[in-house]
Protein backbone atom coordinates (compact mmCIF):
# COMPACT_ATOMS: atom_id res chain seq x y z
CA UNK A 1 0.00 0.00 0.00
CA UNK A 2 1.57 3.69 -0.74
CA UNK A 3 1.13 6.80 0.51
CA UNK A 4 -1.38 7.79 -2.48
CA UNK A 5 -3.68 4.81 -1.47
CA UNK A 6 -3.19 5.58 2.55
CA UNK A 7 -4.60 9.35 1.66
CA UNK A 8 -7.16 7.85 -0.59
CA UNK A 9 -8.83 5.63 2.36
CA UNK A 10 -9.09 8.73 4.60
CA UNK A 11 -12.40 10.57 5.28
CA UNK A 12 -10.86 14.11 5.52
CA UNK A 13 -10.04 16.02 1.46
CA UNK A 14 -7.01 16.05 1.50
CA UNK A 15 -4.73 17.63 -1.75
CA UNK A 16 -1.15 18.47 -2.76
CA UNK A 17 -0.46 21.33 -4.24
CA UNK A 18 2.73 23.36 -5.74
CA UNK A 19 3.23 26.59 -3.06
CA UNK A 20 5.28 28.63 -6.35
CA UNK A 21 2.59 27.75 -8.92
CA UNK A 22 -0.42 26.89 -6.89
CA UNK A 23 -1.01 23.91 -9.84
CA UNK A 24 -2.59 21.10 -8.09
CA UNK A 25 -0.62 17.84 -7.77
CA UNK A 26 -2.76 15.20 -5.82
CA UNK A 27 -7.02 15.20 -4.30
CA UNK A 28 -7.76 12.29 -2.70
CA UNK A 29 -10.70 10.19 -3.15
CA UNK A 30 -13.23 12.24 -0.94
CA UNK A 31 -11.39 15.40 -2.51
CA UNK A 32 -11.72 14.62 -6.23
CA UNK A 33 -15.32 13.88 -5.24
CA UNK A 34 -15.62 17.68 -4.97
CA UNK A 35 -14.27 19.11 -7.77
CA UNK A 36 -15.83 19.87 -10.62
CA UNK A 37 -13.62 18.30 -13.10
CA UNK A 38 -11.71 14.63 -13.12
CA UNK A 39 -9.20 16.38 -15.03
CA UNK A 40 -7.63 18.42 -12.15
CA UNK A 41 -4.18 18.44 -12.07
CA UNK A 42 -2.02 20.97 -12.92
CA UNK A 43 -4.87 23.63 -12.77
CA UNK A 44 -4.74 25.88 -9.88
CA UNK A 45 -6.44 25.38 -6.70
CA UNK A 46 -7.56 28.40 -6.32
CA UNK A 47 -9.86 28.15 -9.11
CA UNK A 48 -11.12 24.69 -8.60
CA UNK A 49 -11.67 24.74 -4.52
CA UNK A 50 -12.14 28.39 -3.82
CA UNK A 51 -13.94 29.25 -6.75
CA UNK A 52 -11.28 32.33 -7.44
CA UNK A 53 -10.20 33.63 -10.40
CA UNK A 54 -6.39 34.79 -8.60
CA UNK A 55 -4.52 33.27 -5.36
CA UNK A 56 -6.20 33.51 -2.33
CA UNK A 57 -5.61 36.71 -0.42
CA UNK A 58 -5.65 34.13 2.82
CA UNK A 59 -3.89 31.49 1.23
CA UNK A 60 -1.12 30.00 4.18
CA UNK A 61 1.82 29.22 2.05
CA UNK A 62 4.28 32.04 3.08
CA UNK A 63 3.53 30.43 6.90
CA UNK A 64 3.78 27.04 6.49
CA UNK A 65 7.18 24.90 6.98
CA UNK A 66 7.76 21.17 6.79
CA UNK A 67 8.08 20.94 10.71
CA UNK A 68 4.73 21.16 11.76
CA UNK A 69 1.41 21.61 10.71
CA UNK A 70 -0.22 24.98 10.62
CA UNK A 71 -3.92 24.57 11.95
CA UNK A 72 -6.85 27.20 11.02
CA UNK A 73 -10.80 27.48 10.91
CA UNK A 74 -12.11 28.65 7.17
CA UNK A 75 -15.44 28.94 5.50
CA UNK A 76 -15.73 27.99 2.24
CA UNK A 77 -18.30 29.95 0.36
CA UNK A 78 -17.76 28.11 -2.44
CA UNK A 79 -18.77 24.45 -0.96
CA UNK A 80 -21.13 26.77 1.47
CA UNK A 81 -19.15 24.21 4.13
CA UNK A 82 -17.04 25.43 7.24
CA UNK A 83 -13.52 23.49 7.70
CA UNK A 84 -10.50 22.49 10.10
CA UNK A 85 -7.59 23.24 7.84
CA UNK A 86 -4.27 21.40 8.67
CA UNK A 87 -1.15 22.46 6.46
CA UNK A 88 2.24 21.75 6.14
CA UNK A 89 5.13 21.39 3.41
CA UNK A 90 5.90 18.28 2.13
CA UNK A 91 8.32 16.72 -0.44
CA UNK A 92 6.13 15.30 -3.22
CA UNK A 93 7.91 13.03 -6.10
CA UNK A 94 10.98 14.94 -5.38
CA UNK A 95 9.75 18.54 -5.45
CA UNK A 96 8.44 20.64 -2.49
CA UNK A 97 4.71 20.85 -1.65
CA UNK A 98 1.76 22.24 0.01
CA UNK A 99 -0.30 19.54 1.77
CA UNK A 100 -3.41 20.40 2.77
CA UNK A 101 -5.70 18.54 5.21
CA UNK A 102 -9.67 19.47 5.65
CA UNK A 103 -11.84 18.29 8.23
CA UNK A 104 -15.37 19.59 7.35
CA UNK A 105 -16.64 20.72 10.83
CA UNK A 106 -19.53 22.68 9.52
CA UNK A 107 -22.21 20.13 11.60
CA UNK A 108 -20.66 20.74 14.61
CA UNK A 109 -20.23 24.74 13.63
CA UNK A 110 -23.58 25.04 12.75
CA UNK A 111 -24.87 23.12 16.14
CA UNK A 112 -22.53 25.36 18.73
CA UNK A 113 -23.36 28.59 16.89
CA UNK A 114 -25.70 30.05 19.05
CA UNK A 115 -24.85 28.48 22.32
CA UNK A 116 -22.90 30.40 25.30
CA UNK A 117 -20.59 27.51 25.51
CA UNK A 118 -19.34 28.55 21.39
CA UNK A 119 -16.21 30.05 22.40
CA UNK A 120 -15.09 27.71 25.34
CA UNK A 121 -15.98 25.01 22.60
CA UNK A 122 -13.82 26.54 19.56
CA UNK A 123 -10.57 27.26 22.26
CA UNK A 124 -10.87 23.72 23.36
CA UNK A 125 -11.04 21.98 19.96
CA UNK A 126 -8.27 23.99 18.21
CA UNK A 127 -5.85 23.85 20.99
CA UNK A 128 -7.03 20.05 21.62
CA UNK A 129 -6.09 19.68 17.76
CA UNK A 130 -2.70 21.99 18.09
CA UNK A 131 -1.64 19.71 20.47
CA UNK A 132 -2.73 16.23 18.96
CA UNK A 133 -0.73 17.78 15.60
CA UNK A 134 2.17 19.14 17.43
CA UNK A 135 2.62 15.98 19.30
CA UNK A 136 5.83 13.62 18.80
CA UNK A 137 4.14 10.24 19.59
CA UNK A 138 0.82 8.25 19.07
CA UNK A 139 0.48 8.21 23.25
CA UNK A 140 1.23 11.51 23.27
CA UNK A 141 -1.36 12.54 21.14
CA UNK A 142 -3.84 11.25 22.73
CA UNK A 143 -2.82 11.66 26.25
CA UNK A 144 -3.29 15.31 25.15
CA UNK A 145 -6.52 15.12 23.65
CA UNK A 146 -7.62 13.15 27.48
CA UNK A 147 -6.17 16.24 29.03
CA UNK A 148 -8.27 18.94 26.74
CA UNK A 149 -11.48 16.63 27.21
CA UNK A 150 -11.57 16.26 30.74
CA UNK A 151 -10.45 19.93 31.55
CA UNK A 152 -13.77 20.88 29.19
CA UNK A 153 -15.81 18.92 31.05
CA UNK A 154 -14.15 19.36 34.30
CA UNK A 155 -14.12 15.64 34.76
CA UNK A 156 -11.78 12.80 37.26
CA UNK A 157 -10.97 10.77 34.26
CA UNK A 158 -10.65 10.73 30.65
CA UNK A 159 -9.75 7.53 28.74
CA UNK A 160 -9.52 5.51 25.66
CA UNK A 161 -11.11 2.09 25.29
CA UNK A 162 -10.16 0.11 22.23
CA UNK A 163 -11.18 -3.41 20.96
CA UNK A 164 -8.79 -6.12 21.99
CA UNK A 165 -7.06 -7.44 19.19
CA UNK A 166 -9.31 -11.01 20.09
CA UNK A 167 -12.68 -9.32 19.38
CA UNK A 168 -13.93 -10.27 22.55
CA UNK A 169 -13.06 -7.43 24.91
CA UNK A 170 -12.38 -4.02 25.29
CA UNK A 171 -9.35 -2.57 27.87
CA UNK A 172 -8.08 0.86 28.43
CA UNK A 173 -5.37 2.10 26.28
CA UNK A 174 -4.85 5.30 28.05
CA UNK A 175 -5.92 7.09 30.84
CA UNK A 176 -5.87 11.03 31.93
CA UNK A 177 -6.37 11.83 35.36
CA UNK A 178 -7.39 15.37 37.21
CA UNK A 179 -5.19 16.56 39.72
CA UNK A 180 -7.40 16.14 42.50
CA UNK A 181 -9.00 13.31 41.58
CA UNK A 182 -7.88 9.05 43.14
CA UNK A 183 -6.53 6.93 40.50
CA UNK A 184 -9.26 4.71 38.45
CA UNK A 185 -8.79 1.33 37.53
CA UNK A 186 -10.79 0.44 34.28
CA UNK A 187 -10.53 -3.92 34.18
CA UNK A 188 -11.21 -5.79 30.49
CA UNK A 189 -14.41 -5.77 30.10
CA UNK A 190 -15.94 -8.33 28.30
CA UNK A 191 -17.95 -8.54 25.29
CA UNK A 192 -21.44 -10.29 24.78
CA UNK A 193 -24.76 -9.42 22.95
CA UNK A 194 -26.59 -7.27 24.25
CA UNK A 195 -24.51 -6.38 26.88
CA UNK A 196 -24.25 -2.35 27.72
CA UNK A 197 -21.13 -1.69 25.87
CA UNK A 198 -22.04 -3.24 23.19
CA UNK A 199 -24.56 -0.89 23.42
CA UNK A 200 -22.19 1.83 23.33
CA UNK A 201 -20.02 0.45 20.92
CA UNK A 202 -22.84 0.19 18.00
CA UNK A 203 -24.48 3.69 18.99
CA UNK A 204 -23.58 6.40 16.47
CA UNK A 205 -23.78 9.10 19.37
CA UNK A 206 -22.45 9.76 22.12
CA UNK A 207 -24.17 8.48 25.17
CA UNK A 208 -24.09 9.15 28.64
CA UNK A 209 -24.39 6.54 31.82
CA UNK A 210 -25.77 7.70 35.24
CA UNK A 211 -25.34 4.66 37.56
CA UNK A 212 -28.72 5.73 39.56
CA UNK A 213 -30.52 5.52 36.38
CA UNK A 214 -29.67 2.27 35.45
CA UNK A 215 -31.90 -0.18 35.11
CA UNK A 216 -32.42 -3.55 36.52
CA UNK A 217 -30.45 -5.26 33.93
CA UNK A 218 -27.44 -3.38 34.63
CA UNK A 219 -27.56 -3.56 38.60
CA UNK A 220 -23.96 -4.94 38.53
CA UNK A 221 -22.77 -1.96 36.19
CA UNK A 222 -24.73 -0.02 38.69
CA UNK A 223 -22.54 -1.19 41.50
CA UNK A 224 -18.78 -1.14 40.07
CA UNK A 225 -19.44 2.27 39.14
CA UNK A 226 -20.37 3.51 42.37
CA UNK A 227 -17.65 1.14 43.97
CA UNK A 228 -15.00 2.95 41.66
CA UNK A 229 -16.71 6.32 43.06
CA UNK A 230 -18.36 7.14 39.76
CA UNK A 231 -21.53 8.75 39.21
CA UNK A 232 -21.62 9.60 35.66
CA UNK A 233 -19.66 8.28 32.10
CA UNK A 234 -19.95 10.08 29.19
CA UNK A 235 -19.01 8.03 26.15
CA UNK A 236 -18.44 8.55 22.42
CA UNK A 237 -17.72 6.23 19.42
CA UNK A 238 -14.37 6.37 17.61
CA UNK A 239 -14.72 6.58 13.78
CA UNK A 240 -14.47 3.11 12.14
CA UNK A 241 -11.17 3.92 10.57
CA UNK A 242 -9.76 3.81 13.47
CA UNK A 243 -11.37 0.40 14.85
CA UNK A 244 -14.25 -0.20 17.55
CA UNK A 245 -13.61 1.83 20.31
CA UNK A 246 -14.92 4.70 23.06
CA UNK A 247 -13.60 7.65 24.39
CA UNK A 248 -15.11 8.51 27.40
CA UNK A 249 -15.00 10.78 30.30
CA UNK A 250 -15.78 9.61 34.39
CA UNK A 251 -17.73 12.41 36.85
CA UNK A 252 -18.26 15.50 34.18
CA UNK A 253 -19.16 18.35 36.57
CA UNK A 254 -19.55 20.83 33.63
CA UNK A 255 -21.32 20.48 30.05
CA UNK A 256 -22.70 16.96 30.52
CA UNK A 257 -26.00 17.36 28.58
CA UNK A 258 -23.11 18.88 25.79
CA UNK A 259 -22.14 16.30 23.68
CA UNK A 260 -20.63 17.92 21.00
CA UNK A 261 -16.67 18.43 22.39
CA UNK A 262 -16.57 14.71 23.17
CA UNK A 263 -18.12 13.58 19.48
CA UNK A 264 -16.06 15.64 18.04
CA UNK A 265 -12.65 15.10 19.65
CA UNK A 266 -13.10 11.58 19.57
CA UNK A 267 -13.57 11.81 15.78
CA UNK A 268 -10.39 14.06 15.39
CA UNK A 269 -8.57 11.01 18.05
CA UNK A 270 -9.43 8.47 16.31
CA UNK A 271 -8.51 9.59 12.47
CA UNK A 272 -4.98 11.29 13.90
CA UNK A 273 -4.45 8.25 15.52
CA UNK A 274 -5.34 6.14 12.63
CA UNK A 275 -3.47 8.27 9.77
CA UNK A 276 -0.38 7.59 12.78
CA UNK A 277 -0.51 4.00 12.75
CA UNK A 278 -0.70 3.86 8.93
CA UNK A 279 2.31 5.64 8.63
CA UNK A 280 3.91 3.70 11.12
CA UNK A 281 3.35 0.91 9.74
CA UNK A 282 4.66 2.05 6.24
CA UNK A 283 7.47 3.16 7.55
CA UNK A 284 8.14 -0.38 9.53
CA UNK A 285 7.44 -1.82 6.01
CA UNK A 286 10.33 0.57 4.78
CA UNK A 287 12.53 -0.43 6.64
CA UNK A 288 11.99 -4.10 7.77
CA UNK A 289 11.49 -7.06 5.64
CA UNK A 290 7.94 -8.54 5.26
CA UNK A 291 8.81 -12.26 5.94
CA UNK A 292 11.18 -12.22 8.53
CA UNK A 293 10.70 -9.30 10.72
CA UNK A 294 14.42 -8.46 10.54
CA UNK A 295 16.17 -4.93 8.94
CA UNK A 296 16.51 -4.54 5.36
CA UNK A 297 19.29 -3.73 3.11
CA UNK A 298 18.35 0.21 3.21
CA UNK A 299 18.03 0.05 6.94
CA UNK A 300 21.95 -1.95 6.65
CA UNK A 301 22.98 0.90 4.26
CA UNK A 302 21.74 3.62 6.64
CA UNK A 303 23.71 1.80 9.58
CA UNK A 304 26.69 2.00 7.36
CA UNK A 305 25.92 5.99 5.99
CA UNK A 306 25.30 6.93 9.78
CA UNK A 307 27.00 7.91 12.43
CA UNK A 308 29.29 4.48 13.46
CA UNK A 309 28.49 4.35 17.48
CA UNK A 310 32.07 4.08 19.21
CA UNK A 311 33.71 0.90 20.23
CA UNK A 312 34.26 -2.51 19.41
CA UNK A 313 32.07 -4.38 16.86
CA UNK A 314 31.42 -7.92 15.27
CA UNK A 315 30.09 -8.69 11.95
CA UNK A 316 28.70 -11.89 10.82
CA UNK A 317 27.65 -12.90 7.46
CA UNK A 318 25.41 -15.76 6.82
CA UNK A 319 24.28 -17.64 3.56
CA UNK A 320 21.74 -20.17 2.92
CA UNK A 321 22.77 -22.88 1.27
CA UNK A 322 21.08 -24.26 -1.60
CA UNK A 323 18.00 -22.27 -1.05
CA UNK A 324 17.15 -21.89 -4.96
CA UNK A 325 16.79 -25.62 -5.07
CA UNK A 326 15.10 -26.05 -1.89
CA UNK A 327 12.37 -24.05 -3.41
CA UNK A 328 12.76 -26.01 -6.70
CA UNK A 329 11.99 -29.22 -5.15
CA UNK A 330 9.51 -28.90 -2.20
CA UNK A 331 7.94 -25.22 -2.99
CA UNK A 332 8.37 -21.59 -1.92
CA UNK A 333 6.52 -22.37 1.34
CA UNK A 334 9.03 -24.69 2.55
CA UNK A 335 11.68 -21.95 1.26
CA UNK A 336 10.26 -19.40 3.75
CA UNK A 337 10.33 -21.73 6.54
CA UNK A 338 13.75 -22.20 5.80
CA UNK A 339 14.33 -18.34 5.46
CA UNK A 340 12.28 -17.77 8.71
CA UNK A 341 13.82 -20.56 11.01
CA UNK A 342 17.70 -19.68 10.20
CA UNK A 343 16.52 -15.38 11.36
CA UNK A 344 14.97 -16.96 14.55
CA UNK A 345 17.97 -18.30 15.38
CA UNK A 346 19.97 -15.35 14.45
CA UNK A 347 17.38 -13.50 16.88
CA UNK A 348 18.04 -15.51 19.46
CA UNK A 349 21.98 -16.18 19.68
CA UNK A 350 22.49 -12.26 18.78
CA UNK A 351 20.19 -10.83 21.23
CA UNK A 352 20.35 -6.57 20.89
CA UNK A 353 21.88 -6.95 17.55
CA UNK A 354 21.21 -5.36 14.26
CA UNK A 355 20.60 -8.34 11.31
CA UNK A 356 19.37 -7.92 8.31
CA UNK A 357 18.22 -10.05 5.42
CA UNK A 358 20.27 -8.70 2.78
CA UNK A 359 18.90 -10.70 -0.15
CA UNK A 360 16.77 -13.74 -0.51
CA UNK A 361 19.47 -16.30 1.64
CA UNK A 362 21.83 -13.91 2.51
CA UNK A 363 21.95 -12.50 6.05
CA UNK A 364 24.21 -9.87 7.85
CA UNK A 365 24.39 -9.12 11.52
CA UNK A 366 26.37 -6.21 13.44
CA UNK A 367 27.09 -6.55 16.90
CA UNK A 368 28.58 -2.88 18.45
CA UNK A 369 29.60 -2.85 21.56
CA UNK A 370 30.52 -6.65 22.26
CA UNK A 371 33.94 -7.89 23.20
CA UNK A 372 35.98 -10.32 21.42
CA UNK A 373 34.84 -13.34 23.78
CA UNK A 374 31.83 -12.75 23.76
CA UNK A 375 31.30 -12.19 20.08
CA UNK A 376 33.19 -15.35 19.49
CA UNK A 377 31.00 -17.06 22.28
CA UNK A 378 27.81 -15.96 20.05
CA UNK A 379 29.09 -16.76 16.78
CA UNK A 380 29.94 -20.26 18.38
CA UNK A 381 26.21 -20.72 19.49
CA UNK A 382 24.78 -19.90 16.29
CA UNK A 383 26.89 -22.60 14.44
CA UNK A 384 26.27 -25.43 16.73
CA UNK A 385 22.17 -23.98 16.79
CA UNK A 386 22.21 -23.45 13.46
CA UNK A 387 23.83 -27.50 12.59
CA UNK A 388 21.85 -29.03 15.10
CA UNK A 389 18.46 -27.56 14.56
CA UNK A 390 18.26 -26.96 10.91
CA UNK A 391 18.07 -29.88 7.84
CA UNK A 392 19.39 -27.65 5.54
CA UNK A 393 23.16 -26.31 5.49
CA UNK A 394 23.80 -22.51 6.70
CA UNK A 395 27.41 -21.21 6.17
CA UNK A 396 28.28 -18.63 8.71
CA UNK A 397 31.35 -16.29 9.23
CA UNK A 398 32.83 -13.77 11.39
CA UNK A 399 34.89 -11.41 12.13
CA UNK A 400 35.40 -8.45 15.15
CA UNK A 401 37.47 -5.67 15.45
CA UNK A 402 38.16 -3.24 18.60
CA UNK A 403 37.19 -0.03 16.94
CA UNK A 404 33.78 0.16 14.81
CA UNK A 405 34.54 3.44 13.27
CA UNK A 406 38.24 2.43 11.45
CA UNK A 407 36.61 0.26 8.45
CA UNK A 408 33.35 -1.30 8.83
CA UNK A 409 32.99 -2.24 5.29
CA UNK A 410 36.43 -3.92 5.48
CA UNK A 411 35.15 -5.94 8.54
CA UNK A 412 31.47 -6.64 6.61
CA UNK A 413 34.17 -8.00 3.92
CA UNK A 414 35.87 -9.73 6.32
CA UNK A 415 32.99 -11.58 7.40
CA UNK A 416 31.52 -12.60 4.18
CA UNK A 417 35.31 -14.58 3.22
CA UNK A 418 35.33 -16.19 6.45
CA UNK A 419 31.61 -17.56 5.51
CA UNK A 420 33.29 -18.26 2.20
CA UNK A 421 35.50 -20.51 3.94
CA UNK A 422 32.98 -21.62 6.13
CA UNK A 423 31.20 -22.71 2.98
CA UNK A 424 33.75 -24.51 0.72
CA UNK A 425 35.23 -26.46 4.07
CA UNK A 426 31.82 -28.10 4.58
CA UNK A 427 29.77 -28.00 1.42
CA UNK A 428 32.68 -28.03 -1.43
CA UNK A 429 31.67 -24.97 -3.38
CA UNK A 430 34.25 -23.03 -4.69
CA UNK A 431 36.21 -20.39 -3.33
CA UNK A 432 34.23 -16.80 -2.83
CA UNK A 433 35.12 -14.29 -6.01
Known amino acids: MGPQDLLDALDEIVYVSDPNTYELLYANRRCRSLLPTRDYKGKPCYALLQGQPAPCPYCTNARLTPDKFYVWEFNN ?63 EAAQAVLSCVGG ?41 NGSLLNRLLESPQAQCILAERLGPEYRQVAAQMQDAGVSALLFAPLPHTFGRGLLGVANAASGINDTRVLESLAYFVGSELSRRRLQSRLEYQNRHDALTGLENRLQYQRFLAGPIPAGPIGAV ?3 INSLKQINDRYGHSRGDAVIMQTADVLRACFPGAHIYRMSGDEFVVLCPGVTQARFET ?17 SLGGAWHACAREDLDELVRAADESMYADKQEHYGVPEHG
Open 317 to 319: FCD
Open 77 to 139: PSMGRHFLLKDKLIDWDGRPARLEIAVDITEQELLSRDTARKLETERTLVECIRRLMDAASSR
Open 378 to 394: MLAKARDRLASETDYGV
Open 152 to 192: FYQASHAFLLELHASGRSVHCTQMWTAADAEPLELPSISLS
